[in-house]
């Protein structure tokens, strides 16, 4: 009688145990799916470990910055020259123009054709300095010589009435046809910045 109870009590206990066993396992499993849909929300959400956080994402802000290079003032003005050389490629310069005698036998004028001043420089400036240009009044601005350090000039620019054409007058004598020497079948070259509001000049070439 008392091995039949033995029996009866290992195999309830043992049945039990299955049970717990397969409790614990179905538990397990569960726990797993959940902690799985969890992971898929967060990462949907962009706050899984695919994300940046918001500190990192500073801390990356920080070091970019960090990295970047403080500039002097002379240093930004050499950056600035630097730039603008590579932006005069000799095939951006759209007015070129072999000198006339009229443009350097002390006239204090350089003629330009209506179709280069219209087409390159007036369909790219405000209305007021239009106005100003066709008025006869004409339009000061600054002419930079490209060849020469960048170094500015204030010019004006004005249409003849008589003859239709445009010419830069003011010191042109002084400072371009003195200054850096132009003869007559000498080349230059101008190109109208709307930007910074400068018509750049260089010479092309010397003329016999």
Not at 73 to 85: D, F, N, Q, V
Not at 90 to 99: F, G
Request: with cysteine; aromatic share 6%; hydrophobic share 30%.
């Amino acid at each position: 009688m008392a091995d039949e109870v033995s029996l009866e009590l290992t195999l309830s206990c043992s049945s039990t145990s299955g049970k717990r066993s397969r409790d614990s396992s179905s538990s397990d499993i569960t726990t797993q799916e959940e902690e799985v849909s969890k992971r898929r929300k967060l990462i949907n959400n962009g706050e899984g470990s695919g994300s940046i956080s918001s500190d990192d994402e500073h801390r990356n802000q920080a070091s970019k910055i960090a990295a970047m290079k403080v500039y002097t003032a002379e240093e930004e003005e050499e950056e600035k020259k630097l730039t603008t050389r590579l932006m005069l490629h000799e095939d951006t310069w759209t007015i070129k123009k072999v000198l006339q005698e009229s443009d350097v036998n002390g006239s204090s004028r350089l003629l330009l054709s209506t179709h280069v001043v219209e087409e390159h420089i007036i369909k790219n400036m405000d209305q007021n300095h239009v106005e100003k240009i066709y008025s006869g009044e004409g339009a000061r601005i600054t002419v930079c010589d490209y060849d020469t350090g960048m170094s500015e000039y204030q010019l004006t620019l004005k249409r003849w009435p008589s003859t239709r054409s445009f010419v830069l007058i003011n010191n042109w004598r002084r400072d371009f046809e003195k200054r850096r020497g132009l003869k007559c079948n000498d080349e230059i070259a101008m190109l109208w910045d709307p930007f910074k509001f400068i018509l750049w000049f260089r010479v092309l070439k010397q003329g016999s």
